[in-house]
């Protein structure tokens, strides 16, 4: 066990000499009391795929959001001492795009955003719940992403 | 001084540093934005009192603060009240690490409001969303 947590503390000080992870490990993410928290990260950026997918409108505001989530995801995998996990990064607004607030009008947006908004208020109290609990190594980044969730329900309502 | 005082020491000074920003930026807004700017002043001196009344030896208000940088025009009212947002999620960030119990709850609680804060000035800014992946990260 003790190797175990060595290792994580090597992955998340950046060091070079870190040991190569072959992938997730499911004992870890089931044993590691990230797990949860790291496994609804994951279960977040499916929805935002979802949803984007639904209502294409909704990709200027949704996209980047879910890019956070995948930086989440990449910080729990480095604070756990798994492999960051193969999510590939989501459809951005582009650059043509004026930088705006999607349209509220079509009956999809506002279902969509309202369902993701509870997800992200659920979210943000489990990633409240972690850091309250966690070790100093940790806590910082809990606190950011239970903020950045925060700003995320702010902005979907 | 335990790090924990420490911390919050620097962030109720951060608290002082904001208000007094606020002053500065609010005279360069209107509308909405400028609602926002008062709210934030409130809700930054309220915290500032708040966590204040908490410590045996909270730190006095300096008697000269300097903005980041000019601000002369509603761009950069702006862009400084994001920095001074997002310094001051950064030391509310640091308090959440250096306590525990209730006091990091209120610490949490701060780093969450300023977060949202920052969010909602970085939207009158024109970026959209504007949410950050680790509010209080220093960049």
Not at chain 1, 27 to 47: C, F, K, Q, V
Not at chain 1, 78 to 83: F, R, T, V
Not at chain 2, 10 to 39: C, F, K, M, N, R
């Amino acid at each position: 066990m003790a190797a175990i947590a060595g290792a994580a503390a090597i992955t998340v000080a950046g060091c070079t000499k870190a040991p190569v992870l072959a992938k997730p490990s499911a004992t870890t993410i089931a044993t590691d009391p990230l797990g949860p928290l790291y496994d609804e990260t994951t279960r977040l950026i499916s929805t935002y795929d979802q949803s984007m997918a639904t209502v294409p409108d909704l990709i200027n505001l949704l996209g980047p959001l879910r890019e956070d989530h995948r930086q989440h995801a990449n910080a729990l995998a480095s604070l756990m001492g798994i492999a960051t996990p193969a999510i590939t990064a989501g459809p951005m607004p582009s650059v043509s795009t004026p930088a705006a607030p999607p349209s509220a009008s079509l009956t999809g947006s506002v279902v969509a955003r309202a369902a993701l908004a509870d997800a992200e208020k659920s979210a943000q109290a489990s990633a409240t719940l972690a850091a309250m609990s966690a070790p100093a190594a940790r806590v910082a980044v809990l606190a950011s992403i239970a903020a950045c969730r925060a700003t995320h329900v702010a902005v979907l309502r | 001084m335990t790090s924990a005082n420490t911390a919050l020491a620097a962030a109720v000074s951060g608290e002082d540093a904001a208000i007094y920003a606020y002053g500065v930026i609010g005279s360069h807004l209107t509308g909405p934005a400028l609602a926002l700017a008062v709210q934030s002043e409130l809700d930054h001196r309220n915290l500032r009192d708040q966590v204040a009344e908490t410590m045996p030896s909270p730190p006095a208000a300096s008697v000269i603060y300097r903005m980041p940088f000019p601000v002369t025009s509603v761009a950069t009212a702006l862009a400084a009240a994001v920095t001074v947002e997002e310094r001051s999620s950064a030391l509310w960030r640091a308090a959440v690490v250096a306590t525990t119990g209730n006091v990091r709850q209120a610490a949490l609680n701060a780093l969450v409001a300023g977060a949202i804060r920052t969010a909602s000035f970085r939207r009158f800014a024109g970026d959209y969303p504007g949410t950050v992946p680790f509010p209080g990260l220093s960049s």
